[in-house]
Every structure is written in structure tokens, then in C-alpha cells.
């Protein structure tokens, strides 16, 4: 799977010209998480974060070409215990699985693929409330006052999303990015449209559609991405 390979390179590249923390994965416990996603009132609320005006994205790009050797959380712009007011968000995902045999087993590629987009959706940090568009790919949090006084931080946080992505088959390892610069959010945000459009051509193209290009809607996103016209028109064979 390197389909995604392109717009992770481009996300790096952004975040090269910014000073980021990272800390592994195994060095920090998971924050505890819910079964269910919390309602977090207002008057409770401590921070929010990519809340309107300020910019929010989220996007999660699949890779096997060993872009990500372990685990690991990466910060740009101030951590949770350093944010006083509201500020952009976004958090970028990166999975290094195991090949998910999208060229020989569809069934099994399918599968993967609602797996990973299942985590995305359905990880409940306790006092992290998450609010996602995923018509708009925006993800708002708020975070709680109680939390904030139990030290939650992005590399908790982070954490909890990693041991969620690990439980999936076939994932290897998982950087998870938050950002909270702005200008850095408003930078990386056309990324998740892209992202999108590889995510829903290659769906159309396990679900079997037909191998006609020129008449495909999807061919302005075949030109640009590469592998994805040799793995539909070579499935075809
Ligand atoms: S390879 Fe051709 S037919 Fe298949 S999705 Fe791309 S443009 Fe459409």
C-alpha cells in the first residue's frame, strides 16, 4: 500500500520547517479511556480546541513502506497543560500495517480498511471530548477541567490511540500527530481532501466498479496517485 505514501511525505515536509517533541509510544502510559464518547457541558469545559474561528482537521494515511518504525506521538505548537485560550487542532495519523492484500483479497483489504476507519472514530479519551465532521474532516475537542487537573497531555492521549490502532490485525506501528500551531493546521488542511479522495477511490475500487477510465470520475485521482490505476486496472486482469 503505497498510495498514501505521497501526502505523508508532504505532511512531514510541512512539519520539517516547525519544532515538534516527539515521545515514544512505549515510554508513556495511555490515558484511560471510555467505552462510550462523554458529554462534556460547557460550564465543566477547560480548553477547546480547534474550535470555529480557529482551523481543525483530521486525517489518517496507511502506509507499507516503512515510513513509521515504531510507535510514536509527535506534538507541534504548546501541549494541553501549556494552552490558555482556543487554538487551531488537527491530528494526523500514520499506520504502518502489513500488506492489506488489496490486490488479492478484497474481502480482506475491505475489512481493514472499516477496521482502521472504525478506531478513527471510536476512541473516548476520559475528559477529552471529541468532535469530528467527517463530512468536513474537523475534529474538535473539549477538554475538561477535571482532566486538565489529572495532567492529561497529548502524549497520554496520543498513547490511547496507538494501543486502540494496535489491536486492529496487520497494524505494525502508529505515529499519532497533534498540532495546535494554526498557520501549521492551516498549512496541512488541503491534505485531508486528498486523503479523501485516494480513501474513497480506492473503496469504489475494492467494491468492484468497472474498469472504464475514460468515462470514471475518479481518474483526476488516479492521474495524480501513484499504484492506484495498476492496482484497478491489474486487478481487472
Ligand atoms: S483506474 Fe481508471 S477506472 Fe479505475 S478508478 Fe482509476 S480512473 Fe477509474
Known sequence: MKLYDNMIDVTMEALSHSQGKRVAGSSVSAWKCLDNSEFIMQRDAGLELGGAPEPSVNYTCVSTS?????????????????????????????????????????????????????????????????????????????????ALKKGISFASVGAA??????????????????????????????????????????THILDG??????HCSMKPVCDEVEGMKELHLGKKH
Open 209 to 214: 466498479m468497472p474498469t472504464d477510465c475514460g
Open 66 to 146: 516503512g515510513k513509521v518504525t515504531e510507535d510514536e506521538i509527535l506534538v507541534y505548537g504548546r501541549d494541553i497543560s501549556e494552552i490558555t485560550g482556543g487554538c487551531g487542532f488537527a491530528r494526523v495519523v500514520v499506520l504502518e500495517t502489513e500488506d492489506l492484500g488489496e490486490e488479492a483479497d478484497t474481502e480482506k483489504a475491505f475489512q481493514a480498511i472499516r477496521n482502521l476507519e472504525f478506531v478513527r472514530y471510536h476512541v473516548f479519551p476520559e475528559g477529552y471530548m471529541v468532535r469530528v465532521s467527517s463530512q468536513s474532516n474537523q475534529e474538535q475537542v473539549r477538554i475538561s477541567r477535571e
Open 161 to 202: 490511540y496507538i494501543a486502540k490502532y494496535k489491536a486492529v490485525e496487520g497494524v505494525k506501528n502508529v505515529r499519532i500527530i497533534f498540532i495546535t500551531e494554526s498557520d501549521l493546521v492551516k498549512e496541512i488542511l488541503p491534505n485531508a481532501d486528498k486523503v479523501d479522495a485516494i480513501t474513497k477511490t480506492l
